[in-house]
């Protein structure tokens, strides 16, 4: 199933300068997703990451292949307009070549367990089928206060 920024806002709750990916590519409900991000010199962290050689920080590949995963896990949501996903915890990050302006990043998350509320993932980003970074990371769903 594909998926374009319309039909990702529904799903997640972020916004610009934050929402970190652009359309889903493939999507199996609850199991995987595989999601593109275009990235452009004309976001806002590469006026000081670095002005002179952009370099897309890892943090936001890491962030990225989050929100990949949270696309896959929305079906698991008891009532998604009453609950938000956080980054929980990150392990075994590597990061293998810099990702700059004109990349085309390929985000792939895969669900390894869930308990709870808290789902337990793995992804990897790739730029011209070259493995850039990965790590295996956790989220979790919490109530949305009001």
């Not at 916004?15 to 995987?32: A, V």
């Not at 010199?41 to 990225?64: D, K, M, R, T, W």
């Not at 850039?132 to 009001?146: C, N, R």
Request: charged content about 30%; aromatic content about 10%.
């Amino acid at each position: 199933m594909e998926m374009d920024i319309l039909e990702i806002k529904k799903r997640l709750k972020h916004r610009y300068p934050f929402l970190m990916i652009d359309r889903i590519l493939e999507l199996e409900e609850g199991k995987r997703c595989v999601a593109l991000k275009n990235v452009t010199y004309n976001e806002p962290y590469f006026q000081g990451h670095f002005p002179e050689s952009p370099i897309l920080p890892g943090v936001l590949i890491i962030e990225a292949l989050a929100q990949t995963g949270g696309i896959a896990g929305f079906s698991l949501y008891k009532n998604a307009e009453q609950e938000i996903t956080f980054l929980a915890g990150v392990d075994k990050v590597k990061f293998r070549k810099p990702v700059i302006p004109g990349d085309q990043l390929i985000l792939k998350s895969e669900f390894l367990k869930r308990k709870l509320n808290i789902w337990m993932l793995k992804g990897e980003a790739f730029v011209d089928d070259e493995l850039v970074a990965k790590a295996e990371f956790k989220l979790a769903t919490v109530p949305v206060s009001e």
